[in-house]
């Protein structure tokens, strides 16, 4: 039975009116879910207390959808999944949200504790195999304690490092009911963070004082803590050159005169000292090798790193972000003079901007995706959110489309999952209604997660899918064949017609065989006011230049 507030007996409430209510108190606006019924009382308490319930076609797009809430507003995002297929559905995604840092949590359904073992209907255990891959996993063990653990789960998701947390709720306690507790406490504050340790700092701010050819090579933790504004601050008072990847991008806009992107590995490689700030030093940074043997780096981070440095560093610096930033600014004012550095650098980078001009305006027909991007940057407002999902069609958007504003670009991150991109989508339409959404994906990639258009036509959420349909695996295809002189697993159907299909669950499709048709069908895309695809056929002999990220 339930009391209402205000009442002399306390309020009871069932405990997925429990959970709503926490969310709620936590500013969580949307649960991101595939309906199930092990979920009933938790949709129930999401009515009751207007929290909007988006339903989608897959588990895995309501928690790669989560997660792109989290990535485009920098607030957990929450996604409810039914038990044992429902939560194995999910596990791509958290296990890239794991290694992006993304905040978020997912609810899962679990067989009644008084049945367990029993043989229930998907009855299995999820907290041994998503521990691994979450920063928090638990199971309910009465309803009583539904909020405390719900509390817990979101605030260990925004603690830095940010990432995923689990829960799962067995059918029995979340369908019973317990007395509701105290008020929340507030969430941590990712901004916030301990004081950089002083001698470290020092160290730091003499490199950075003495340098004469400095960078900052900036990743997702940057944006997670806050830190654009300092680290702008930063490179605008000491003419410091900005790289960036990741969720890091426009955080530096890409037409300022600091930011830089095709002059990146003259820049690491020749720079005295390195600023590397939210990012690892993983496969993308060369696993170290990217910057010059005789480059001081410091590194820069919300906390200690996940794995060791594979490269000696000259100083390490962990907490909050801005005051860290702050700090380095402060301390080497008025040293240093990289005036010439940056426009060598510049030089480098109009230089490299100048030759892919050819490209962009290729008339060869299946388009060269260099062309297809040359006309889609025409289009984009400054604002606009692009996803990116797929290999080769979209290393190449990663290199020529700029971000000018924190939380523009999503991609499957270092994980490297196929299929987040409708997931993506979804979230950062409904986040941003009033923002264009462009989804870039792969022919291949369409495969994992097409079905999502159904759910963007259902949801009225006019998100404009391009894409590169070059009817191969090309980033399979083309090494293979330059190793062994053939490729095998690496063919798709050529010219298939994904327009058709999504213009079959609901959306406006279109087809792009010849430059000239392209530019008019992405004006139709926009204006259509329903989800949209234009299959733009390419030239599947293309391959994005690149050496191996396997090692």
């Not at 999944?81 to 791509?92: D, E, I, K, L, Q």
């Not at 928090?136 to 653990?149: C, D, F, M, R, W």
């Not at 509701?180 to 701010?205: H, I, Q, T």
């Not at 924190?406 to 987040?420: A, E, R, S, V």
Request: proline share 7%; net charge negative; aromatic share 6%.
């Amino acid at each position: 039975m339930s009391t209402e507030p205000g009442t002399d007996q306390a309020t009871q409430l069932h405990g997925g009116r429990l959970i709503a209510r926490r969310l709620k108190a936590h500013g969580v606006t949307k649960l991101f879910t595939l309906s199930g019924g092990h979920l009933f009382s938790i949709y129930d308490g999401c009515r009751e207390e207007g929290i909007d319930l988006v339903d989608v076609r897959h588990e895995s797009a309501a928690a790669f959808a989560a997660e792109g809430w989290a990535k485009v507003t920098r607030t957990p995002g929450v996604a409810a999944v039914t038990a044992g297929p429902g939560v194995t559905n999910a596990m791509s995604a958290l296990a890239g949200a794991q290694q992006s840092h993304s905040p978020m949590l997912v609810l899962g359904g679990r067989a009644p504790a008084m049945r367990w073992g029993q043989g229930s209907l998907q009855e299995v255990d999820h907290v041994p195999f998503v521990r691994p891959v979450t920063k928090l996993a638990a199971t309910a063990e009465s309803t009583a304690q539904i909020p405390g653990l719900v509390d817990e789960a979101l605030a260990a998701a925004v603690r830095a490092h940010s990432g995923p947390t689990f829960l799962d709720f067995p059918l029995d306690l979340v369908f019973s009911e317990a007395e509701e507790p105290e008020p929340v406490s507030a969430l941590p504050d990712p901004a916030a963070g301990p004081e950089p340790e002083g001698a470290a700092l020092a160290r730091a701010v003499a490199l950075l004082r003495d340098a004469e050819r400095p960078v900052v090579m900036a990743g997702s933790n940057l944006y997670w803590g806050h830190g654009e504004g300092a680290l702008r601050a930063l490179a605008e008072e000491l003419r410091v050159p900005v790289f960036l990847n990741g969720l890091a991008r426009g955080c530096v806009p890409g037409d300022h005169e600091l930011f830089f992107s095709r002059a990146r590995s003259t820049a690491l490689q020749g720079a005295d000292v390195a600023l590397v700030v939210g990012v690892p030093m993983d496969f993308r940074l060369g696993f170290g090798q990217a910057f010059g043997a005789e480059t001081e780096v410091v590194a820069i981070d919300r906390a200690e790193p996940v794995q060791d440095h594979p490269r000696a560093v000259a100083a390490e610096l962990y907490g909050g972000l801005s005051a860290i930033l702050h700090a380095l600014r402060e301390g080497a004012r008025g040293g240093g003079s990289a005036g010439t550095w940056v426009e060598q650098l510049r030089a480098t980078e109009d230089e490299r901007r100048a030759a892919e001009a050819a490209e962009f305006a290729d008339e060869r027909a299946p388009l060269h995706p260099m062309r297809l991007y040359g006309e889609l940057r025409e289009v984009l407002d400054r604002d606009a959110i692009v996803i990116g999902d797929g290999g080769d069609f979209v290393s190449y958007a990663g290199r020529v489309m700029d971000s000018y504003e924190p939380g523009c670009w999503l991609d499957p991150g270092p994980y490297g999952c196929l299929g987040c991109g409708p997931g993506y989508a979804l979230a950062a339409k409904l986040a941003h209604p009033g923002r264009q959404v462009v989804l870039l994906v792969g022919d291949g990639a369409f495969g994992f997660s097409g079905m999502e258009f159904d759910t963007l036509a259902r949801h009225g959420v006019n998100v404009v899918g391009v894409m590169g349909n070059n009817g191969i695996w090309a980033l399979e295809k083309h090494p293979m064949e330059f190793l062994y002189g053939y490729s095998v697993v690496a063919d798709l159907r050529p010219g298939t017609r994904y327009d058709e299909v999504v213009r079959a669950l609901g959306g406006h499709g279109a087809l792009v065989e010849r430059p000239d048709e392209l530019r008019p069908a992405l004006g139709r895309a926009f204006e259509a006011g329903r989800p949209a695809l234009v299959n733009v056929l390419t030239d599947p002999s293309v391959a994005y230049p690149r050496r191996s990220n396997l090692a």
